[in-house]
């Protein structure tokens, strides 16, 4: 979907008009709902303090808004093949379903994305089992990722960056699981285990 597509996307689940929406950014009573169809048809592209500003009155991050252009098939494909050359995800059949899974071979490529993933799977767990609601979900998802503690946001950053520069020292085959020097992932867990104490301290 383009940016326009997504704001009206996003404005509908909320059960907004394009007029309130148009207030709530400021414009005039005239003018309110033509300026957000400008928007959302395409004709007119949000800068990016208006697109914050949009964001924030749907209550979602920017990023929710500001998605590639995914209208055909085709455009979709060669996403996947983006993301398959950058994160290391392709494409495998599993017990007769196709599956994106991650390439073992290019661990360098996944070692930050893997705690995501695995969260979005955790996420996903909780609304099969009806621990939480389709619009909880929908929250948690185009909030992403707000609730994550910014210094573990970083840490997985670095932990990319760091792999990233390794592999090209070292080659394809550099397993980041394998670095001596510091233990990542421990200190991932460490960091989480800091926020989760300082967040039951609070309570």
């Known amino acids: 979907?383009?940016?326009?597509?997504r704001i009206r996307y996003i404005r509908k689940k909320h059960n907004m008009t394009q007029k309130y929406l148009g207030l709530q950014l400021g414009f005039g009573e005239k003018n309110a709902d033509s300026r957000v169809a400008q928007y959302e048809n395409g004709r007119r592209e949000p800068k990016?303090?208006?697109?914050k500003e949009i964001a924030g009155v749907l209550q979602v991050s920017t990023l929710t808004l500001d998605s590639p252009n995914l209208d055909d098939h085709i455009r979709l494909m060669?996403?996947?093949?983006?993301?398959?050359?950058?994160?290391?995800?392709?494409?495998?059949?599993?017990?007769?379903?196709?599956c994106i899974v991650p390439d073992e071979s290019?661990?360098?490529c996944f070692t930050g994305l893997y705690g995501c993933l695995n969260e979005w799977n955790e996420i996903?767990?909780?609304?099969?089992?009806g621990e939480m609601t389709q619009g909880q979900y929908d929250d948690w998802r185009y909030n992403y990722p707000e609730d994550l503690p910014e210094n573990i946001i970083n840490t997985l950053d670095h932990c990319w960056d760091k792999a990233q520069k390794e592999n090209k020292k070292r080659g394809k085959n550099y397993n980041p699981y394998e670095e001596p020097q510091e233990d990542f992932l421990t200190k991932f867990e460490q960091i989480k285990k800091e926020h989760y104490d300082t967040e039951n301290k609070n309570e």
């Open 1 to 5: 979907m383009a940016i326009g597509e």
């Open 106 to 108: 290019r661990p360098e």
């Open 124 to 129: 996903k767990d909780k609304v099969k089992s």
């Open 48 to 51: 990016s303090d208006m697109l």
């Open 78 to 98: 060669h996403t996947l093949f983006t993301i398959e050359d950058i994160y290391g995800l392709t494409i495998e059949r599993i017990n007769g379903k196709l």
